[in-house]
């Protein structure tokens, strides 16, 4: 069965993909392209399942609907790292909201800049000139990245917002989690946003984010689940973003992503296998891959939210009549 | 021309200058083919060493053994394969409708310029162009290895028949009139004296053009899409050399780009090989 | 020959029964519904590209479209100038660094090098053309990249008085950039224009030649004046040729321009082409109808570009190719 979408949610899916495989023989083959293109191959129907780090949106909601109900079904919770690459510089480097913005709208040029200086009293800046690494495709890490900036600069807000795909300021376009983790790499001095799982690989340095309550708070699998304790609000179908979480422990560039399949599939024109294998491959990941997911580094969901997700899964139909998952 | 006096120093310096100059030119020229072959065996050859390169998928596994590229080259076996089978034939038909019926016809002449035109198009904007008809069409929605074999056969048509018809030219018309002369029917006079005469410049320009076609990764990026696991239906999404090496190309593990390296060398292998070929099939060419 | 044809004696040609013609017949119309087919295809194929490509104009109008400087998905303005102006700026780049090697070994390959070398070097440098675009992306972000930072810094901090090239002393260069994209292209149209000067030099007929050397020339004045002047349109066509194939390269460039929709201040900068975006953005569009048009409208203008420079280029050759005829020399 096939799959496109976040490369956020890469790692996740082709681990898990390759455990339902040894355990069941479906191979699922996940190409990540990028939340943009997840959800438009999703609309499109070419795949069975799209891949988002963003909820849909209204007016995606409204061309699925074309074809039928879309379920937006969060699977787990990654962390959005801040990693730099500055010799001199260690992990733990303390960056608040308004800081990041400017240094991605190109206001803060220099690793040593006051900004940085006054919220790291005791770390020897370098005057290093800072690279800006971003995402040139339709990334739902953008999406929830921007989101967090929005929350903090208003002129981030103003002249730039928030969406999958946007038009930055300054800096180099690398393709997905991967091609800005390589950059990140590849350049002294440079700041790029990845998921947690890439950071860990990659042994980058992250940045302790300044969260809501105030306190500085650096990614973790601790970190990332706090964000997602005691969600307020949450709607019916799910679209929700914990970006921002006021919880204390809380990473704030956390949140959840989301596999996106048509409640209907058989109607929106896939076949009852095709259909089986997408739901029983859900429910794997829904259930077992939940443990498992920790290993790379990505939340589980909590229960709450768990028990909506599997009973999301569990609505899938086939022209009308319920399917008896394959797994 | 007026006479040129002995030669001056002067013109023999800038004689000596300029011959220089071209011969750093030259070597410059050399520079980058040597380059781009010595990182692509240094950094890829270690790899083909291990024999799981070649009998693994990649696995995708984030953590762990990355896997080997199987799929990836039987993927591109397969895709450009078909798109051979497509382009090949119609390729060589076309050019023999040119050369035999249409000559100078102002049908002909159209169909001449629609063909060259057709070979200025950027290879992504045929990847769009199937997208756009195949991959998203209802009824036969979703990415598969055959649509990409389509849009690489688009690709390689405008070369195959290029190619064929200068080498239908050349073969000299008083063979096709002596045929005639004996009282052959034409279609004869194509399949037993053109066409086999011709023969050794149709495989040239045909190997040419599959080695160019295996190259190419836009055309494959929106209607293939790509795959992992091995398989051989090109009714699925695949596997390809090229999207197996774009894909690793921006990984930051290091161990992934090594794996885009030696997929390169394999890739390169393969055109070589092909293009080998093509040298050695036209040197056996009556006309050239 | 091995045609095995009968000598059918007494049996005129036009005598044949309409029976026998019918196999001619096939394969006359057979052929020629192949061309009628593949020729409505490629109209087909340019019709869809068109049609596909109308919303975004009707939106904002050609014009704006290609003019304006302002490329935002996110919030449906397609202005394509940043694009156009990287797919330009990357091309000439391309131009400036490989013509001029490519047509120096040409020169020397044909008239200046060692015999027996001829051969094996006319192969080498046909082999860069064997090389697929994505090896040359894959070299240039591994390889040149990081190789030729310190000598963009040092070019770009000497000659910081010089427009587009200058870089402010605080300025360093981050990797991927204009210069990088149109080396690496100089590199990808090398095989090509290096072939066709090659041919063009090879047609200059040996009494030209002859002549200035009789005269007393040195090897390099009969070089500078009968073969540069004679070969200096077909040149010229082999090196829009080598545009045409720079305009539209996408893998290649997209992995080491930076994929930056805004006008870069200096070489150094990232930047975007035509080609690049197409690929980048293509997967999200797929359900964005305006998206998807003005995708498409930018792979029709990369088209338009690619046609007038290869229409351009036959004009050239055929003209001076014509006016050669006229003098009589063999072409």
């Known amino acids: 069965m096939t799959g496109a979408g976040a490369t956020f949610a890469a790692p996740l899916y082709d681990q898990l993909g390759s455990e339902y495989k040894d355990q069941n023989g479906t191979s699922i083959n996940y190409q990540s392209v990028g939340s943009g293109a997840g959800v438009a191959q999703f609309i499109a129907d070419t795949v069975d399942y799209g891949a988002s780090d963003v909820a849909l949106k209204h007016d995606e909601v409204a061309q699925a609907q074309k074809r039928g109900t879309p379920l937006n079904i969060p699977v787990a919770f990654g962390a959005v790292t801040v990693a730099y690459n500055v010799p001199g510089i260690n992990k733990g480097l303390k960056l608040d909201g308004p800081t990041v913005a400017d240094i991605y709208l190109g206001d803060i040029k220099k690793w040593n800049d006051p900004a940085l200086a006054k919220q790291n009293p005791g770390v020897k800046l370098p005057a290093t000139n800072i690279t800006v690494i971003h995402r040139s495709d339709g990334s739902g890490t953008t999406g929830q990245f921007t989101q967090f900036l929005v929350d903090y600069s208003p002129q981030w807000k103003k002249d730039v917002g928030t969406d999958k795909t946007v038009k930055w300021p300054v800096g180099t376009g690398a393709r997905g989690n991967e091609g800005v983790a390589a950059a990140v790499k590849q350049t002294d001095g440079s700041i790029g946003y990845v998921e947690l799982a890439y950071a860990v690989q990659n042994k980058f340095n992250t940045a302790n984010v300044k969260n809501k309550a105030g306190n500085y708070v650096g990614p973790s699998l601790q970190s990332t689940s706090s964000a997602g304790d005691n969600l307020p609000n949450l709607p019916a179908d799910l679209r929700f973003t914990a970006i921002n979480s006021p919880n204390p422990q809380a990473y704030p560039i956390a949140s959840a992503t989301f596999a996106l399949v048509y409640k209907d599939m058989c109607k929106a024109g896939k076949s009852k296998g095709e259909a089986q294998r997408t739901q029983g491959f859900l429910n794997y990941v829904l259930g077992q891959g939940q443990t498992s997911m920790r290993e790379i580094q990505y939340a589980s969901l909590p229960s709450g939210l768990a028990s909506k997700a599997q009973a999301e899964a569990s609505s899938m139909t086939c022209n009308g009549a319920a399917l008896s998952a394959s797994s | 021309m007026s006479a040129l006096g002995p030669i001056s120093t002067r013109r023999r310096l800038t004689d000596k200058t300029a011959r220089t100059v071209v011969l750093i030119g030259a070597a410059i020229a050399l520079i980058p083919l040597v380059l781009v072959l010595f990182y692509v065996l240094k950094r890829g050859l270690g790899a083909f060493l291990n024999v799981d390169f070649f009998t693994q998928d990649p696995s995708g596994r984030f953590l762990g053994n990355p896997g080997g590229i199987r799929s990836a080259i039987l993927g591109t076996i397969e895709i450009v394969g078909l798109a051979t089978i497509i382009a090949i034939p119609i390729g060589i038909g076309l050019a023999l409708y040119l050369v035999e019926f249409g000559k100078n016809s102002l049908f002909a002449r159209v169909v001449r310029y629609f063909v060259d035109v057709l070979s200025g198009v950027p290879s992504i904007v045929f990847g769009l162009f199937i997208y756009i008809t195949l991959v998203v069409s209802g009824a036969i929605s979703g990415f598969a290895g055959w649509k990409g074999s389509i849009a690489l056969s688009l690709l390689m048509l405008p070369i195959v028949t290029r190619a064929s018809e200068v080498v239908l030219n050349l073969v000299p018309n008083e063979l096709r009139e002596a045929a005639l002369a004996l009282g052959s029917p034409r279609w004869r006079v194509v399949a037993r004296v053109v066409l086999p005469s011709a023969l050794p410049g149709l495989v040239t320009g045909s190997l040419l053009a599959i080695a160019r076609a295996a190259g190419e990764t836009a055309p494959l990026l929106f209607t293939v899409l790509g795959a992992k696991a091995l398989t051989l239906n090109l009714g699925d999404q695949m596997n390809s050399l090229p999207l197996q090496i774009f894909n690793d190309v921006r990984e930051a593990q290091d161990r992934l780009v090594d794996r885009a390296w030696a997929s390169a060398l394999t890739l390169i292998l393969m055109i070589l090989i092909l293009n080998v070929a093509a040298r050695f099939v036209s040197r056996r060419n009556r006309f050239a | ?331």
């Open chain 3, 1 to 331: 020959m091995s045609a095995t044809v009968t000598a059918r004696g007494d049996d005129p040609i036009l005598g044949r029964s309409p029976r026998d013609r019918l196999p001619d017949r096939i394969l006359q119309w057979g052929l020629t519904g192949l061309a009628i087919a593949i020729l409505v295809l490629i109209a087909y194929f340019f019709y869809k590209l068109i049609d596909q490509s109308t919303p975004v104009f009707q939106q904002s109008g050609v014009f704006a479209f290609v003019f304006d400087n302002d490329w935002d998905p996110s919030k449906n303005i397609y202005g394509a100038w940043p694009l156009v102006v990287g797919t330009i700026v990357t091309s000439a780049l391309a131009l400036l660094l490989g013509v001029p090697v490519a047509v120096a070994a040409a020169i020397y390959v044909s008239e200046l090098c060692p015999r027996p070398l001829r051969g094996p070097l006319t192969v080498v440098i046909d082999l860069l053309a064997a090389v697929p675009s994505v090896v040359y992306g894959l070299w240039g972000v591994f390889v040149l990249i990081p190789a030729l930072r310190p000598v963009e810094n040092w070019i770009g901090h000497t000659l910081s008085f010089v427009p587009f090239i200058g870089l402010p002393d605080d300025q360093t260069v981050a990797g991927p950039n204009y210069f990088i994209a149109g080396l690496i292209l100089a590199i990808m149209i090398l095989p090509i224009t290096s072939a066709i000067a090659r041919e063009v030099i090879a047609t200059v007929p040996k009494e030209h030649k002859e002549a200035a050397l009789a005269l007393g020339a040195t090897r390099w004045e009969m070089i500078r004046m009968s073969i540069i002047p004679y070969a200096r349109p077909g040149i010229v066509g082999g090196a829009m040729l080598g545009l045409g194939r720079a305009i539209g390269e996408t893998i290649a460039v997209t992995l080491v321009i930076g994929n930056a929709p805004v006008i870069g201040k200096n070489i150094w900068d990232q930047g975007y082409t035509l080609a690049a975006v197409i690929a980048n953005e293509f997967g999200e569009a797929a359900s964005d109808k305006l998206h998807t048009s003005a995708l498409l409208a930018a792979g029709l203008v990369l088209f338009v570009l690619t046609l007038v420079i290869n229409a351009l280029a036959r004009a050239v050759v055929n003209r001076r190719s014509e006016r050669r005829m006229q003098v009589g020399a063999a072409a």
